[in-house]
């Protein structure tokens, strides 16, 4: 028998206003939903599936194996949405913890980082009664967290203190007492054990095999969501190792290195730039176009010297780059044969600015 429900005195009791017509008697929630489009699109709010999900939760021993079957598929289907933005990791863990807390009892629920060669788990998030905890780092044990991890198992508690592990490690809590029932997924990807995804309750028998699969679903989309998470931050990681790396190859060189944008901006120098072009009462000006001075200041140093490079920079705006070395005169050192050589840059294909190099030559 179906469960009987009445949408819409439950949305209004939960401060909904509907701008549809809700029948007054009871129907079965499913073909009534299947009979009000417009109630369906209504229902797509994330808050309001969330707590319609809990009700019908709430009332799974009374409901059909079909329509809890409907429900879990409705659950899974939300995480889906959570996480089709990238997301960092803790944030991924956040977003699941908000769409599971309608299905399932998740008093306390976290995931642990699984370092195999170490044979450690970190608790990189967690949460007890809706407060994130900090975490931390422990050694497997015979915990269904460490079994979860090291046999990449899942792991069902229906009632701890009855027939669970003996507990070695806890994290301090405002509550006393142990968890009674427990869910840990190991979070697989490319067959490998990332880590595990737990809930736990302080009742008993909280969680069935229906849970158990329930768990293993959002347990493959917490995979997936935290290696694209890592991969994101691995590329982020190792541009920035090359940035660094290139940084320092810039800063040391020996010739005077000057780079504009595609504005013609004065955007970066290095050292030998600055010793070179700054007089000792001058300066150079980033972000502005060379051939437009400040205040009476070039961004350049000079006037002079800015007369010599606008036409080099504007070749290099439009994509072409003077083949042969520029012989540049400085008016303040004019016993300095210093010449210029530049080339494009380009960005998507196109030019970018470009970047001229500035060596002296010897006498």
């Not at 369906?40 to 021993?61: M, W």
């Not at 990791?89 to 170490?118: K, M, N, Q, W």
């Not at 007492?177 to 990332?194: H, I, Y």
């Not at 293993?216 to 090359?242: C, F, K, L, P, W």
Request: hydrophobic share 40%; with cysteine.
């Amino acid at each position: 028998m179906s469960t009987l429900l009445n949408p819409g005195t439950a949305m209004q009791r939960e401060g909904y206003k509907l701008s549809l017509f809700v029948p007054r008697q009871p129907v079965l929630v499913n073909s009534w939903i299947r009979n009000q489009p417009s109630f369906v699109t209504f229902f797509d709010e994330p808050a309001c599936q969330r707590r319609l999900r809990k009700r019908c939760f709430r009332k799974r021993g009374q409901m059909k194996r079909s329509d809890r079957l409907m429900a879990r598929l409705a659950t899974l289907r939300a995480v889906s949405r959570a996480l089709a933005r990238p997301l960092d990791v803790p944030d991924v863990l956040r977003a699941v913890y908000a769409e599971l807390s309608p299905a399932l009892d998740v008093t306390i629920c976290f995931f642990g980082r699984y370092d195999a060669p170490g044979q450690v788990v970190e608790v990189i998030w967690q949460v007890h009664n809706g407060d994130e905890l900090p975490g931390g780092h422990f050694p497997l044990g015979d915990g269904p967290t460490s079994q979860a991890s090291r046999e990449c198992l899942p792991q069902l508690i229906r009632h701890w203190s009855k027939e669970g592990p003996r507990v070695q490690l806890q994290y301090a809590t405002d509550r006393p007492g142990l968890p009674e029932s427990a869910l840990a997924m190991p979070v697989v990807f490319d067959d490998q054990v990332m880590g595990v995804f737990a809930v736990q309750s302080y009742q008993p028998d909280a969680y069935d095999d229906e849970d158990l699969a329930l768990m293993q679903g959002v347990a493959d989309q917490v995979a997936v969501a935290i290696a694209r998470s890592r991969h994101a931050t691995r590329r982020a990681a190792e541009a920035e190792g090359r940035a660094l790396e290139v940084e320092s190859i810039f800063a040391s060189l020996p010739d005077a290195l000057l780079v504009v944008d595609g504005q013609g901006r004065l955007v970066r120098v290095n050292q030998a730039a600055r010793k070179l072009l700054c007089l000792v009462d001058g300066s150079l000006i980033l972000g502005q176009p060379v051939h437009e001075p400040q205040e009476g200041l070039w961004p350049l140093g000079t006037e002079t010297l800015t007369q010599q490079l606008v036409p080099i920079v504007d070749r290099l705006r439009q994509g072409d780059a003077p083949e042969d070395e520029i012989p540049i005169v400085f008016d303040h050192r004019p016993e300095r044969t210093v010449g210029c050589k530049a080339s494009v840059l380009l960005k998507g294909g196109t030019p970018a600015g470009g970047l001229l190099i500035l060596r002296e030559k010897a006498a």
